[in-house]
């Protein structure tokens, strides 16, 4: 079992910051990535942010320049610093794991998500 648990959500307004961590644990081997995605009622989920175990990233268009995603592997956790929020930021953030391996002895991988965190950006 692996599980993904999230913090640092709540309620900013309009151009301030948060910072959201989520940390995998349980049957982990070895993680290719990690990263974020997020969901507004109606929509589908898109991507945020997400992390390589060997650094590459890549964002959404809709927050290149404003959120920043780094990880620590040794601790399999993953953040997403963000800044300069907008209303429209404001949805359910979902941490995501990809390509779990979970021992040595199989190759058989999967992929997680977490729970999720409710971000709100508003006056």
């Known amino acids: 079992q692996v599980h993904l648990v999230e913090s640092g959500g709540g309620l900013v307004q309009p151009g301030g910051s948060l910072l959201l961590s989520c940390a995998a644990s349980?049957?982990?081997?070895?993680?290719?990535?990690m990263g974020w995605y997020r969901q507004t009622p109606g929509k589908q989920r898109e991507l945020v942010a997400v992390?390589?175990?060997?650094?590459?990233?890549n964002y959404g268009e809709s927050v290149k320049g404003r959120f920043t995603i780094s990880s620590d592997n040794a601790k399999n956790t993953v953040y997403l610093h963000m800044n300069s929020l907008k209303p429209e930021d404001t949805a359910v953030y979902y941490c995501?794991?990809?390509?779990?391996?979970?021992?040595?002895?199989?190759?058989?991988?999967?992929?997680?998500w977490g729970q999720g965190t409710q971000v709100t950006v508003s006056s």
């Open positions: 349980g049957s982990i081997f070895s993680i290719n990535g």
């Open positions: 995501y794991a990809d390509r779990v391996r979970s021992n040595l002895y199989s190759a058989r991988t999967a992929n997680h």
């Open positions: 992390i390589t175990t060997g650094g590459s990233t």
